[in-house]
């Protein structure tokens, strides 16, 4: 339908503007023209990551720059530490297997945070551990963790820090210098408000003596290749052109709003987004100490699958939600209000969510919600 809500996290919805920008003619990705887009871009993308290091944009999904981070880092046999509270913390122990890595993975309860501390000992007790990875926004379960406090306690050791950043980067404020992440990579379809198509990573010195060394097998994603590339401003492969137009775009339109702006509007929308659920008597999965500002994450009431209230939501209102990943399957359902996202989104989504309650034989106050996020938008 031309007329629908998407609410979930990732493609989000792309801003009229950006979807202009990418209707511009084709330009050749050797010419002048490229070149100086692709410097404008990563100059501004600096200011998102605040980070001098080098940033690279690869042409694949989110989990293509999880891999480049990966095979670029990771050689076999090299022990590693993945810190793991959800679906795509998960993601990196599976990629690291695949690269032939001894794993020690730390679990934390699906909702909750990573423990700083627990990071600490595990460095302590296996000082030979190469690279650790975190992710800055768990999308399964809504969570967002500490990066600062992790990147301190990594950078007093000699081992790398790989942060997956896919759904917060350009949501959730993020110091790669200042937290000592030595590789970052995102994805553009989420908090970036573009279309699925792009991978964006920095990279640290510390991280490039690595990858130098590296033995992993790689060929699309070898790094190396990619920077000799770099101080001409291309990229070694042909990369999605139209997708660099649009992120010159959107980065633009996050620049002018500006970015403490950008991130105050996020942690808004958490916070009206998480009034009103709490108003309609339902339980939210992430406590309010490290409860994500792009993504809500709520328990469908007793005895009322999760998926039927999306069903209805869907079909009746053309609101579309997430739903829960693996073992959360069913259970919970997931509001995103990332990237193009305002105070109106939330409240659509939230009156939609009273009427499908309803529906699905959960009454509720009509209303409540509603006006329980109108309470935070006004500050009243
Ligand atoms: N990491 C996180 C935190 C994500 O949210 C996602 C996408 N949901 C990914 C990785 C994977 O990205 P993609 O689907 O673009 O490969």
């Known amino acids: 339908q031309d007329k629908s809500y998407l609410m979930i996290p990732g493609p989000t919805p792309v801003p009229p503007t950006v979807v202009a920008a990418m209707t511009a003619p084709m330009i050749g990705h050797r010419s002048e023209d490229f070149q100086v887009l692709h ?46 509270g959800g679906k795509f913390g998960e993601r990196w122990s599976e990629l690291t297997k695949q690269y032939g890595a001894e794993v020690i993975e730390v679990n934390f309860e699906w909702g909750t945070c990573v423990d700083p501390q627990v990071v600490q000992e595990k460095l302590a007790a296996n000082p030979d551990i190469k690279v650790v990875f975190a992710t800055q926004n768990e999308t399964s379960t809504g969570v967002t963790n500490d990066i600062e406090s992790i990147g301190k306690i990594v950078a007093q050791t000699s081992a790398l820090f790989v942060v997956d950043g896919v759904s917060g980067v350009g949501g959730i404020e993020i110091k790669v210098d200042e937290w000592h992440v030595d590789i970052l990579t995102t994805g ?43 101080p001409k401003w291309n990229t070694a492969y042909t990369p999605a052109v139209s997708l660099f137009v649009g992120l ?20 808004l929308l958490r916070e009206a987004t998480r009034a009103a659920i709490r108003a309609l008597g339902l339980k939210l999965m992430a406590d309010e100490s490290y409860a994500s500002p792009v993504i809500t994450s709520v328990y469908a009431p007793e005895g009322i699958g999760a ?74």
């Open 307 to 380: 998926d039927d209230i999306r069903k209805v939501l869907n079909n009746e209102y053309n609101i579309t939600f997430a739903g829960g990943q693996a073992k959360l399957k069913n259970k919970i359902f997931r509001i995103a209000h990332m990237g193009f996202a305002d105070q109106m989104n939330v409240l659509i989504a939230i009156s939609g969510l009273e009427m499908a309650l309803q529906k699905v034989g959960y009454p509720v106050e009509l209303g409540a919600g509603v006006r329980a996020a109108q309470q935070v938008f006004l500050g009243v």
């Open 39 to 84: 410097k404008d871009i990563i100059t501004k993308l600096q200011k998102i990551f605040q980070t001098q290091n080098e940033i690279y944009i690869l042409t694949s999904s989110g989990t293509g720059g999880m891999e480049s981070a990966v095979a670029n880092t990771v050689s076999p046999g090299d022990k590693v530490l993945t810190l793991v």
């Open 248 to 267: 010159n775009a959107s980065l633009d339109m996050m620049l002018a709003e500006g970015l403490d702006n950008v991130y105050a509007r996020h942690k």
């Open 188 to 230: 553009s379809q989420k908090s970036l408000m573009l279309p699925p198509g792009l991978a964006i990573q920095s990279i640290s010195d510390k991280a490039w003596k690595v990858i130098e060394a590296n033995k992993s097998p790689r060929y699309y994603f070898n790094l190396l290749k990619a920077r000799k590339q770099y």
